[in-house]
């Protein structure tokens, strides 16, 4: 069983940074994928990026490659997501995830997630 919890959420300007954090609690989080997605109103949730568990391999969807950088701790069972030259079209609830891959998260089939923190991009 893992538990996430999501923060460092909120309001930005067009152009700012912000850097989610995702504290995973339970014993597997070392040997999980994670990844995060995010959800913005009258949309269906999407994909955003994704680690694998010892961090040697990446995925970024296209509409934030080069902006956005994931990360991970697994000494803190922590993952990040670093959020740069950020839009108002970023704008949603982000959520973190864990899976049992990258190609698994990707195709949003998730073991756990997070209940989601709160990004706002104004223009």
């Known amino acids: 069983q893992v538990q996430l919890v999501e923060s460092g959420g909120g309001l930005v300007q067009a152009g700012g940074s912000l850097r989610l954090s995702c504290a995973a609690s339970?014993?597997?989080?070392?040997?999980?994928?994670m990844g995060w997605f995010r959800q913005a109103p009258g949309k269906e949730r999407e994909f955003v990026a994704a680690?694998?568990?010892?961090?040697?391999?990446?995925l970024y969807a296209d509409s934030v490659k080069g902006r956005f950088t994931i990360s991970r701790d697994n000494a803190k069972n922590t993952v990040y997501l670093q959020m740069n030259i950020l839009k108002p079209e970023d704008t949603a609830v982000y959520y973190c995830?864990?899976?049992?891959?990258?190609?698994?998260?990707?195709?949003?089939?998730?073991?756990?997630w997070g209940q989601g923190t709160q990004v706002t991009v104004s223009s």
């Open positions: 339970g014993r597997t989080f070392s040997t999980n994928a």
């Open positions: 995830a864990a899976g049992k891959s990258l190609l698994l998260l990707r195709l949003r089939t998730c073991d756990y």
């Open positions: 680690i694998s568990w010892s961090g040697s391999s990446t």
